[in-house]
């Protein structure tokens, strides 16, 4: 029975299949040039770097659950759980749906199947739509020593077509993500362990995060409001400067990580142990610049001694 649980969210930035695996003839005019020469060595070299960052968290012993985005389907997953058994880390278990995106990145979650168990009628998602989908909200609910723990991976609609051209699409994330705390609530009860995780292309004080996933930086808000209020770790984080992601010179902390009622009083059987931690900066930054050192997918922008353009974050809980 685990004391502690180490829980991490990373966005691995591009994590596509080869060139030459099977796609519609729509996604490859969308993503084709971007992939173009995107071969075995290419991808080998990409999960050789991811490998070597999940596997340096929590202390080397790498995560009991860890969420990922960007990722485009299972096989390259199922890729990424043998890279990093082969190199020495753990034998993880994949949840993982299927996406609608229009580019086809999904949101997945590896687990220690040592640690905690799961099954595919214990997994919930939901797209993000504008006039298609894109992006998700993937739930998936873990079995750890017969006590639910919910995590809630997200991967909200980017802010390419403008920061508040596309807000709108992700207040609807955040007001979808809401209404699935209180149907869970109302299904496990108040005080059950929720984990919301993600890339939210929004930071914790926008709209959004705020006003409509009710994310608070109040933990008596969360544990007395009559709403199902998310306390999200990432405000301490944000006060010192730091981020998990680099645009245009800024730091933003678009990766977070929000725990439910049950998990800031402690009746879920779950409590926060330390603060939430951005990982791998030493690992990941670039030597000449400021920021994660990105490995890239276009032609033009393959660095294979990159990462991906996040860093992850991530949180100990503690029975």
Not at 230 to 255: E, F, V
Request: charged share 25%.
């Amino acid at each position: 029975m685990p004391n502690k649980l180490f829980i991490a969210f990373w966005n691995v930035e591009n994590l596509f299949d080869v060139e030459s695996a099977d796609r519609s003839e729509k996604l490859l005019k969308l993503i084709g040039k971007d992939i173009a020469g995107w071969d075995e060595t290419l991808l080998g070299s990409k999960l050789s770097q991811l490998s070597l960052v999940i596997r340096s968290m929590n202390s080397g012993a790498g995560p009991d659950i860890l969420g990922v985005c960007e990722i485009e389907n299972k096989n390259v997953l199922t890729k990424l759980t043998k890279k990093i058994a082969s190199d020495g880390g753990r034998t993880y278990k994949i949840a993982h749906a299927d996406t609608s995106d229009n580019r086809a990145i999904d949101v997945a979650f590896l687990y220690d199947p040592a640690i905690a168990s799961t099954s595919p009628e214990q997994m919930y998602q939901h797209w993000v739509v504008k006039r298609y989908a894109t992006r998700e909200l993937f739930q998936v609910n873990f079995d750890i020593d017969g006590q639910k723990v919910v995590m809630i991976g997200n991967h909200w609609p980017s802010r390419t077509a403008g920061q508040y051209e596309s807000e709108p699409y992700r207040m609807t994330a955040g007001e979808t993500l809401s209404y699935w705390m209180e149907r869970i609530q109302q299904e496990l009860g108040d005080d059950v362990a929720i984990i919301v995780l993600g890339d939210f292309n929004d930071e914790p004080f926008n709209r959004s995060l705020i006003e409509y996933a009710l994310s608070v930086n109040d933990s008596r808000r969360v544990i007395n409001g009559r709403n199902p209020y998310l306390l999200n770790l990432m405000w301490p984080i944000l006060a010192s400067g730091a981020g998990s992601h680099l645009y245009n010179g800024q730091w933003n902390m678009l990766d977070q990580i929000m725990v439910s009622r049950g998990i800031v009083n402690g009746k879920s059987g779950w409590k926060q142990h330390g603060d939430a931690k951005i990982e791998a900066v030493a690992i990941m930054s670039h030597p000449k610049k400021i920021g994660p050192r990105r490995f890239g997918i276009k032609p033009t922008e393959r660095d294979t001694a990159g990462f991906s353009d996040h860093y992850p974050v991530s949180v100990m809980l503690k029975r």
